[in-house]
C-alpha cells in the first residue's frame, strides 16, 4: 500500500506559476504509476498527467500541454507537478493518485489518493 500527500498549492495570478508535490509513504512506491488529476467544484475528476515508476514517458492531458511538467524523485518518493503559465481555467483541488498497473486516465482506475490540495488563479 501507499499513502499519498499533497502539498504547494495555492493563490497565484494568472500567467504565474505553482509547483505541487505529492509526498508518499510505503516500501513499494518506486513501483508505482502516479498520477495529477484535478476537480473543479460541480465538475468531474480530470487527468491531468502521469510518470510511470521509472520516471519515463511521462505524459498530459492536452490542456496542460506544453505548460505543466511531471516529474518524480524515488528516492524521495515524492513526485512533483511543475505548472506554468497558469490560467483561472487551472483553478481546482489537485490530487495525486497511485496505481501498480499502466498510466491510465480514468480516475476509477486508481487505488490510492491523496486529500487533495487547492489552486486558484485569479485573472
Known amino acids: 500500500q501507499v499513502q499519498l500527500v499533497e502539498s504547494g498549492g495555492g493563490l497565484v495570478q494568472a500567467g504565474g506559476s505553482l509547483s505541487l508535490s505529492c509526498a508518499a509513504s510505503?516500501?513499494?512506491?518506486?513501483?508505482?504509476?502516479i498520477s495529477w488529476f484535478r476537480q473543479a467544484p460541480g465538475e468531474e475528476r480530470v487527468f491531468v498527467a502521469a510518470?510511470?515508476?521509472?520516471?519515463?514517458?511521462?505524459y498530459y492531458a492536452d490542456f496542460v500541454k506544453g505548460r505543466f511538467t511531471i516529474s518524480r524523485d524515488n528516492a524521495k518518493a515524492t513526485v512533483y507537478l511543475q505548472m506554468n503559465s497558469l490560467k483561472p481555467a487551472d483553478t481546482a483541488i489537485y490530487y495525486c493518485?497511485?496505481?501498480?498497473?499502466?498510466?491510465?486516465?480514468?480516475?476509477?482506475?486508481?487505488?490510492?489518493w491523496g486529500q487533495g490540495t487547492q489552486v486558484t488563479v485569479s485573472s
Open positions: 510505503g516500501r513499494t512506491f518506486s513501483t508505482y504509476t
Open positions: 493518485a497511485a496505481r501498480s498497473f499502466l498510466a491510465s486516465r480514468a480516475a476509477e482506475d486508481y487505488s490510492y
Open positions: 510518470i510511470s515508476w521509472n520516471g519515463k514517458s511521462p
